[in-house]
């Protein structure tokens, strides 16, 4: 009796879960505190359980619970339809082609609510590399659970009995920091290739590894990658560079091939004199922000990575005899040309990535009205930002890079004190890089030297009194001036 219960424990603890059902692991044991789930996620899952559906939080949000991570969102997975749910809730909207699902809205906190769904089958619509292109075919728990990426993320926590069910042993690989995919590897990537991002991405996150059978495969099928939609390669590589271990990610992405789909520009970044430097000082920055909560700008993380490269065909172009804010505008065009053949970065990220690199060359001038302009830019702050990590590689002077970054976190006052105490100082020429002129229109560039061609001031030239009883003159301004007829 005593030795068939300590089997059956220990079964329950550590054996096969889908042949003899799910483990259900109690809340002592997962850790998992019910005071840091949302309660929003919990509301939504009373709600669907009043009426008599099964409902659960899953994926991420319960791995990163049991690890000890804060989850970004949280989404819950039921047997209900989208047609079902919808109806349920007062903000609720269907949304998604390929995956069907429902957003269950409060305030700011968006629920994302799916349907168990089956594995995939011959039935299904792929592309010619298999990959799916439509998933809308429901299932039970444990074929939802099947049909899920690594054991990790198929993991069931009910709220109600602060239970975790697992299916594939989830929680032990977890435990061992190991990312396992669910089924055959192969087959699992050519349904979807971002697997492959995603196995690299909660690897670097977890600080854990790849499971062998799982890795294998990689290096050989990155070239799927290529046949995914630029949207949702886009959102994944947000993903890997705001996990928090973004450097970590890169290298892995360039140890497994996966990077030619993504970034085919990183190579030649990170090859750059001080190339690797500068891309890990603005990565090491950004994960620093992650950790701390802060929010982060997909333009100054792209900014950054493509910043070398642009800096070095810049570079190139002067030296043919190009003006400098026409070379830097042609470098930049080029660089995303050639990166957006792979990953199509969204426009509006691409735009303020050009006005970071645009601003940097007028940043080596302060004196006058160019202060002013500059403080007036709607990037000005990214762009000063952008410059002390310049700074910080060696390739722009620290104590103006820092004179601007007072001038950015200073009030108005002070602003304009700063500013009237440039003018005590000898007049800045610039670097050699160039820059916008401290007066006149910012649309005119600066000559190679970095210095505008002096200008020729033309003399005043005076009214003539004669005609109309000899009366005065005026200047423009509207201040009476001697004429001749005053004895001038």
């Given at each position: 009796m005593i030795t068939t219960t300590i089997k059956k424990f220990v079964g329950r603890l550590f054996g096969p879960t889908v042949a003899g059902g799910p483990l259900r692991i109690e809340r002592e044991r997962h850790g998992i505190d019910r005071r840091n789930v949302s309660r929003h996620a919990i509301k939504v899952c009373e709600v669907l359980r009043q009426h008599g559906y099964e409902a659960y939080i899953v994926g991420g949000a319960v791995r990163d619970l049991i690890v000890g991570l804060e989850p970004k969102d949280f989404d819950v997975a039921t047997n209900a339809t989208p047609e079902q749910i919808r109806p349920l809730f007062r903000r609720a909207r269907i949304i998604g082609r390929r995956f069907q699902l429902v957003h269950v809205v409060f305030g700011q906190e968006i629920i994302e609510t799916s349907t168990f769904r089956a594995p995939a089958n011959e039935t299904q619509e792929t592309d010619e590399h298999g990959r799916i292109l439509r998933d809308n075919v429901f299932?039970?728990?444990?074929?939802?659970?099947?049909?899920?990426?690594?054991?990790?993320?198929?993991?069931?926590?009910?709220?109600?009995?602060?239970?975790?069910?697992?299916?594939?042993?989830?929680?032990?690989?977890?435990?061992?920091?190991?990312?396992?995919?669910?089924?055959?590897?192969?087959?699992?990537?050519?349904?979807?290739?971002?697997?492959?991002?995603?196995?690299?991405?909660?690897?670097?996150?977890?600080?854990?590894?790849?499971?062998?059978?799982?890795?294998?495969?990689?290096?050989?099928?990155?070239?799927?990658?290529?046949?995914?939609?630029?949207?949702?390669?886009?959102?994944?590589?947000?993903?890997?560079?705001?996990?928090?271990?973004?450097?970590?990610?890169?290298?892995?992405?360039?140890?497994?091939?996966?990077?030619?789909?993504?970034?085919?520009?990183?190579?030649?970044?990170?090859?750059?004199?001080?190339?690797?430097?500068?891309?890990?000082?603005?990565?090491?920055?950004?994960?620093?922000?992650?950790?701390?909560?802060?929010?982060?700008?997909?333009?100054?993380?792209?900014?950054?990575?493509?910043?070398?490269?642009?800096?070095?065909?810049?570079?190139?172009?002067?030296?043919?005899?190009?003006?400098?804010?026409?070379?830097?505008?042609?470098?930049?065009?080029?660089?995303?040309?050639?990166?957006?053949?792979?990953?199509?970065?969204?426009?509006?990220?691409?735009?303020?990535?050009?006005?970071?690199?645009?601003?940097?060359?007028?940043?080596?001038?302060?004196?006058?009205?160019?202060?002013?302009?500059?403080?007036?830019?709607?990037?000005?702050?990214?762009?000063?930002?952008?410059?002390?990590?310049?700074?910080?590689?060696?390739?722009?002077?620290?104590?103006?890079?820092?004179?601007?970054?007072?001038?950015?976190?200073?009030?108005?006052?002070?602003?304009?004190?700063?500013?009237?105490?440039?003018a005590r100082l000898p007049r800045e020429s610039g670097s050699g890089s160039g820059s916008a002129s401290g007066s006149g229109s910012d649309s005119g560039f600066a000559s190679e030297s970095g210095e505008r061609p002096a200008r020729k001031r033309r003399p005043r030239r005076r009214r003539s009194g004669g005609g109309g009883g000899g009366g005065r003159g005026g200047d423009n301004s509207g201040n009476a001036g001697p004429t001749p007829a005053d004895g001038a």
């Open positions: 299932g039970s728990q444990e074929q939802d659970a099947a049909r899920r990426d690594f054991t990790m993320n198929a993991l069931y926590y009910d709220p109600h009995t602060e239970e975790v069910i697992d299916y594939h042993n989830g929680v032990q690989d977890l435990k061992k920091r190991q990312i396992t995919m669910i089924g055959d590897p192969i087959k699992r990537y050519r349904e979807d290739p971002v697997r492959m991002l995603r196995a690299v991405r909660f690897a670097a996150k977890l600080n854990g590894t790849i499971e062998t059978s799982t890795r294998q495969p990689i290096r050989t099928m990155a070239g799927l990658i290529e046949n995914v939609p630029a949207s949702r390669l886009f959102d994944e590589m947000l993903k890997l560079l705001t996990c928090g271990h973004a450097m970590d990610c890169l290298r892995q992405l360039r140890n497994e091939g996966l990077h030619h789909g993504l970034l085919p520009l990183l190579d030649v970044v990170l090859e750059q004199p001080g190339g690797e430097n500068f891309v890990e000082q603005a990565l090491e920055r950004t994960d620093a922000r992650v950790r701390a909560g802060k929010g982060i700008s997909p333009s100054f993380l792209f900014a950054a990575l493509l910043w070398r490269l642009v800096d070095a065909r810049w570079k190139q172009l002067r030296a043919q005899g190009e003006h400098t804010m026409p070379a830097l505008v042609q470098a930049a065009d080029s660089v995303l040309d050639e990166q957006t053949e792979k990953l199509a970065i969204q426009r509006r990220f691409s735009s303020d990535m050009r006005e970071i690199w645009f601003m940097q060359p007028r940043f080596e001038r302060r004196q006058g009205k160019t202060a002013y302009r500059m403080i007036e830019q709607p990037r000005f702050r990214a762009a000063c930002d952008f410059l002390q990590l310049r700074a910080a590689a060696g390739e722009f002077d620290s104590v103006l890079a820092q004179w601007w970054m007072d001038l950015a976190n200073a009030d108005d006052a002070t602003r304009a004190e700063m500013i009237e105490d440039t």
